[in-house]
């Protein structure tokens, strides 16, 4: 399956953003869909995951800020984030893959879109 990111962005810390990830499979419904992060220095890590029935997973530090969804009818994943911080900076990638995905089993790997929350 081809992922396709977009929705990063420059923004103040408190805004917020919607990423969205388009993927080309009609069986896209049955995949574990996630976004991961890597922040400048740092190695990629998990942000959410959703598995096709909509059970989600969130790392502890975005999980009362961030939402994770997915619209099987558009193949689309949704990450909204309410009150970024500067500490959620970095490429934000989508993935796809089985449940519960993780770094090491993601199957497919979006491009990658850059957000900035600035202090």
């Known amino acids: 399956v081809q992922l396709q990111a977009s929705g990063g962005g420059l923004v103040q810390a408190g805004d917020s953003l919607r990423l969205s990830c388009a993927a080309s499979?009609?069986?896209?419904?049955?995949?574990?869909m996630g976004w991961f992060r890597r922040a400048p220095g740092k190695e990629r890590e998990f942000v959410a995951i959703?598995?096709?029935?909509?059970?989600?997973r969130y790392r502890e530090d975005v999980k009362a800020r961030f939402t994770i969804s997915r619209d099987n009818d558009k193949n689309t994943v949704y990450l909204q984030m309410n009150t970024l911080k500067p500490e959620d900076t970095g490429v934000y990638y989508c993935?796809?893959?089985?449940?519960?995905?993780?770094?090491?089993?993601?199957?497919?790997w979006g491009q990658g879109t850059q957000v900035t929350v600035s202090s």
């Open positions: 959703i598995n096709w029935n909509g059970r989600t």
């Open positions: 499979r009609r069986t896209f419904s049955s995949y574990s």
């Open positions: 993935a796809a893959g089985p449940w519960p995905l993780a770094t090491l089993n993601v199957n497919s």
